[in-house]
């Protein structure tokens, strides 16, 4: 099957009160992870690389990678640029076959980002590509996005923004960051500015990023294995399956991933000291991501069975 548009997806999700993954892929084994993942439960899928992800495996591996996972599965899946930080890797990935793609311009003044966005937006709408952008800024580190600071996202502005560029989705800030170390306290979400902004924009389809939960026993597998990531603290799962029922049509996944696949590699290079086939640890790896995908596509998204 062919890869597709997020909009119907989009729309799925929010008359139905789910969410659509996004999940972060920068191999071979993450990319068959998911896949079978969203095949065994029959679930819709969003394939994104990073500006990361394209430096490491290059742009001709990862799009040759998707290629070879579309002859194996009939899912919709969308392949999705993530923070994109300028026009020109946008327009990159567009005429490279993405069928969705975010340009990142929340760390512009609000009439840079909007202009930035609406130039994207009319480039990709003329190739038939899905455009999603953000307002606010979220906290924390993830690969080239960095950010200090938090600036949640105004439910004016945000209606401002959608009209003047013509943006598919909107990433919007409400509590959750990039990295690893999202709270320090109690972890919350701003449920009522959630629900502000979709009052003032209905139907339009809202994506939260920097929504991994840092599942706890991958943290403590890791640690346990010589790993030092103590005090790392994600979104909780209950939390982001209320935003899931909302407006809320796409959560990115990527540290969760990451997490899981270096826990059990460094499980099994511990417990298997005479091992140097890549494939052992490495195909050990590829399960976890499948289980841990399985797991946020039954438990967290609530799309299972949504194809």
């Known amino acids: 099957m062919p890869l597709v548009s997020p909009k119907q997806m989009f729309k799925g999700a929010y008359t139905g009160g789910y969410a659509i993954g996004a999940f972060n892929v920068n191999n071979m084994e993450i990319i068959q992870g998911i896949m079978e993942a969203g095949s065994e439960e029959q679930a819709p899928l969003i394939l994104q690389v990073s500006a990361g992800a394209k430096k490491y495996a290059g742009l001709g591996y990862i799009t040759k990678l998707m290629e070879a996972a579309l002859l194996e599965t009939d899912l919709p899946v969308v392949l999705h640029l993530d923070h994109g930080a300028n026009f020109e890797i946008c327009k990159e990935v567009i005429d490279g076959g993405f069928t969705s793609v975010m340009i990142d311009g929340s760390h512009l003044p609000f009439d840079e980002n909007i202009a930035l966005t609406k130039q994207v937006v009319e480039y990709a709408h003329d190739k038939g590509v899905w455009v999603e952008a953000e307002l606010g800024r979220l906290a924390g580190v993830e690969e080239d996005v960095v950010s200090e600071e938090h600036i949640y996202t105004d439910p004016d502005e945000a209606v401002e923004f959608v009209e003047r560029t013509g943006c598919d989705s909107l990433a919007i800030a409400i509590g959750t960051s990039h990295g690893a170390y999202k709270f320090t306290g109690v972890a919350k979400l701003d449920f009522e500015r959630l629900d502000k902004i979709a009052s003032l924009i209905p ?13 706890p026993e991958f943290v403590v597998m890791a640690n346990e294995f010589g790993a030092n990531i103590g005090g790392a603290k994600g979104v909780p799962e209950d939390l982001l399956r209320k935003a899931a029922s909302k407006a809320v049509c796409k959560i990115n996944i990527d540290t969760d991933i990451r997490l899981a696949m ?30 841990m995908v399985r797991h946020k596509i039954t438990n967290v998204l609530g799309c299972s069975n949504k194809v």
């Open 262 to 291: 270096t826990a059990v590699i460094r499980k099994f290079m511990a417990e298997n000291p005479t091992e140097f086939d890549p494939r052992g640890y490495l195909g050990e790896a590829r399960k976890a991501v499948k289980e």
């Open 203 to 215: 139907d339009f389809p809202i994506v939260l990023h920097g929504a991994s939960s840092v599942v």
